[in-house]
């Protein structure tokens, strides 16, 4: 009934089934975001001992893909804008693929490090298109469900790959040992990636571009039908007019579109950065790439830390649907506020457990952590804690805000910006951990809780509400707030 009665270019009361599902398939980019970010933390001992590496090296072999993903994410949102967001999908599949089979065959850790930096380029192009494509074609009572999507299927990624690690590992007795065909376990680690990579490429290759870039491009019939058919607009014609007129389509977009008077840039997109950068340097990519050797280091036999891993792993999938579930009924900036202050002090509780670690150095020269009860059991807990408070908040709301935050002329190039910037964050946080570790775990967590804490403040005073907000009504002002939106 409200499918025949709906307004004029307003969604209809059902939720139309195709936005779903071509959403679904959209995120498979964040299912291989988190596949291919997390699948080395199964690996990184053994390869670090089969190719002698160092701390120095194995950190930046195991960031070093983080430095293709800011490299993808930049050019990602000005080629989307150009030949349309289906293409720069494909595109990214290819480069999971090939990235995973050349990591799995790598000779040393040269060319290790560039094939997980082929892999990056595919990841960050993936984490700009995933939530602007979501963004686009979703209807605004819901875009936050639909946009979360992505985060939920970036920590389904990040469970699967530690859930295949584990796999690999326990049936070869450890990741260093023979598996299949007379190659180690952990180059099957790396292999496995192939098959969602083929599976995201023949899904984004059967899914309708954006409506928005259609309308920027003219093609007016095929942005009614995607419009019709999968968002669920009854009448298109007026959500038509109101993206032709919030694109400016007479100007092409290019990043000088992002230049304003705050420091080079116009307020939103530096909000945009902010908000990336926050969402690193928290630390939690620390847990999800680390955090076998970090529970091996304080006691667990490899097989133990390997199943802490993925427990902490299902938790992230947990909390994430119970965002999923909120995020269009609470709103975006109680969510983060509620993460943030959660995260400070379950990382202060983890940098409190550590600075009772004593260090042990065994007999061939390694040294180690050894944390007594109860901290070992704080320390398992506040982690845990951690992972709950940021998969609730920071790591789907970061993403449905970087989706729909941005004024539509502007939106894929500043998403772009803000995903290189996270990039740049990430590889800074994955890359210097190893050397905090040496100077502390306590101090390292510690740092983290203090950007915790800070990220409260910025959310406070920085984020806009978007909440129930169509695409077309976004501003390029940083402190805009939502109308109150009933119904």
């Not at 859930?163 to 260093?176: K, R």
């Not at 920085?462 to 077309?472: A, H, N, Q, S």
């Amino acid at each position: 009934m409200a499918e025949q009665h709906a307004p004029a270019g307003q969604v209809t009361s059902r939720l139309n089934a195709s936005v779903v599902g071509i959403s679904l398939a959209a995120a498979l980019g964040g299912f291989m975001f988190g596949f291919d970010t997390s699948v080395i933390n199964g690996a990184v001992d053994a390869l670090a001992a089969d190719f002698a590496l160092g701390p120095a090296l194995t950190g930046f072999a195991v960031s070093s893909a983080l430095i293709g993903c800011a490299v993808g994410a930049w050019f990602a949102g000005p080629l989307a804008n150009r030949r349309g967001r289906i293409p720069v999908m494909v595109i990214a599949a290819v480069l999971f693929l090939v990235s995973a089979i050349g990591s799995g065959f790598a000779f040393g850790v040269v060319d290790l490090i560039l094939w997980r930096l082929v892999g990056g380029l595919g990841v960050g192009a993936a984490s700009v298109i995933a939530p602007a494509y979501i963004a686009e074609v979703s209807p605004a009572r819901v875009r936050g469900r639909l946009g979360s999507l992505q985060q939920l299927a970036i920590v389904l990624g990040i469970f699967v790959a530690l859930l295949s690690d584990a796999l690999f590992a326990n049936v070869a007795g450890g990741a260093a040992e023979t598996l299949w065909f007379g190659m180690p376990a952990w180059r099957w680690m790396f292999l496995a990636a192939a098959v969602p990579a083929v599976l995201y490429g023949v899904c984004s290759l059967r899914l309708p571009e954006s409506p928005r870039y259609l309308v920027a491009r003219g093609r007016l019939d095929d942005a009614a039908h995607v419009l019709r058919d999968f968002t669920g607009v009854a009448d298109p014609a007026p959500m038509i007019e109101d993206i032709r007129r919030s694109l400016n389509s007479e100007q092409r977009e290019s990043l000088r579109d992002l230049r304003g008077d705050a420091l080079g840039l116009k307020p939103i997109v530096w909000v945009g950065i902010l908000l990336s950068v926050f969402q690193q340097a928290v630390g939690i990519n620390v847990i999800f790439y680390y955090s076998t050797t970090l529970w091996r280091s304080v006691g667990f036999g490899e097989s133990d830390a390997l199943t802490i891993t993925v427990i902490t792993s299902v938790t992230n999938i947990v909390v994430t649907l119970v965002a999923l579930a909120l995020v269009d009924r609470v709103g975006r900036r109680p969510m983060l506020l509620v993460g943030s202050a959660g995260m400070a002090v379950s990382l202060g509780a983890m940098a409190y457990a550590f600075s009772t670690a004593t260090a042990v150095t065994a007999a061939d020269g390694s040294s180690s952590v050894v944390l007594a009860a109860p901290m070992s059991t704080v320390a398992l807990i506040a982690a845990n804690a951690f992972v709950v408070f940021f998969g609730v908040s920071w790591g789907p709301i970061t993403w449905v805000l970087l989706g729909e935050m941005f004024p539509n002329r502007i939106r894929a190039g500043a998403l772009a910006v803000a995903a290189s910037a996270q990039w740049v964050a990430n590889f800074a946080i994955s890359t210097t951990f190893p050397a905090l570790a040496d100077l502390g775990l306590m101090f390292a967590y510690g740092l983290y809780a203090v950007m915790a804490a800070l990220s409260f403040l910025f959310v406070a005073t920085m984020i806009p509400e978007t909440k129930g907000r169509e695409l077309e009504d976004m501003s390029d002002a940083a402190h805009t707030r939502a109308p109150r939106v009933t119904g």
